[in-house]
Structure formats: C-alpha cells, structure tokens
C-alpha cells in the first residue's frame, strides 16, 4: 500500500558549496571527491558524475560550481509517494532549476547559489521548513 508524502516538509541547507563534475566514464572515482562527508557518484556507459564540495575540486576538472544543497530530513518508507514533487514544483513553478539526488532514507537537492535566496522563499511559501546557514 502506498501513501502520500508530507504535505510540510523540512529541509536542512548543508554547509558547503557544491560542484558537479563530469568525468570520463572509465575515470576511476578520484579520491578528492570522497574528502567530505556528503559526496554522491555516479557512472553510466558515457561519464563519471561527481557532486561534492567545491573547494576539492581541481581547476583543470570539468564542473559546474556554485551549487548549494538541501536535505530533506528523512528517512521516508519507499511506498510514500510525491516527496520529491512535493518540492521540485513549487521550484519549477519559480523558475528555479535544481539537481536532485536521492539515497536510501532521503533526497536532496542541489541549487544554484544565485538562486538559493528564491528556492528557500518558495519552499517556505509552498509550507515546508528550510534551516540551516546562508
């Protein structure tokens, strides 16, 4: 039986500014990504996806920078549904674009830095909790 997410949820804005990185897709996992304690990898067929802390990543490295994270304070039963949505509309409906991570018990969502300032103001309109460090 599946149910519906929370209508309020609450976000945590992690400390660090965040990078996604594009490795080739036979790179082996560089160790200057696993530095920090929040750090997510990703390998298909055609590229190594790095998202970690910014200031680990090196210059010659192909990134987007400037990213911010927020935690959904989990963890969620996999039969809930709409968590994600539940956030990432009211985002889209903004004009706020996001990169969105999940694991085991939660998701988080990457955001640009120029746009941190309107997704937390939207989340809060649309009832959810946001704290943590500008």
């Given at each position: 039986?599946?149910g519906a997410a929370p209508a309020r949820l609450t976000l945590e804005l992690l400390p660090d500014s965040f990078a996604i990185c594009r490795l080739e897709a036979g790179a082996p996992i560089p160790g200057w990504?696993?530095?920090?304690?929040?750090?997510?990898?990703?390998?298909?067929?055609?590229?190594?996806?790095?998202?970690?802390?910014?200031?680990?990543?090196?210059?010659?490295?192909?990134?987007?920078?400037?990213?911010?994270?927020?935690?959904?304070?989990?963890?969620?039963?996999?039969?809930?549904?709409?968590?994600?949505?539940?956030?990432?509309?009211?985002?889209?409906?903004?004009?706020?674009?996001?990169?969105?991570?999940?694991?085991?018990?939660?998701?988080?969502?990457?955001?640009?830095?120029?746009?941190?300032?309107?997704?937390?103001?939207?989340?809060?309109?649309?009832?959810?909790?946001?704290?943590?460090?500008?």
């Amino acid at each position: 039986m599946t149910g519906a997410a929370p209508a309020r949820l609450t976000l945590e804005l992690l400390p660090d500014s965040f990078a996604i990185c594009r490795l080739e897709a036979g790179a082996p996992i560089p160790g200057w990504a696993t530095a920090r304690p929040f750090f997510a990898v990703v390998r298909t067929r055609a590229e190594l996806s790095v998202m970690c802390a910014a200031d680990l990543v090196p210059p010659e490295v192909t990134a987007s920078r400037d990213w911010r994270t927020l935690e959904v304070r989990g963890p969620f039963d996999f039969a809930l549904v709409g968590i994600l949505v539940a956030i990432a509309a009211p985002l889209a409906h903004a004009g706020v674009s996001i990169m969105p991570v999940a694991t085991y018990d939660t998701d988080y969502l990457l955001v640009r830095i120029a746009q941190l300032e309107l997704a937390i103001a939207t989340l809060r309109s649309a009832g959810h909790t946001v704290s943590g460090e500008r």
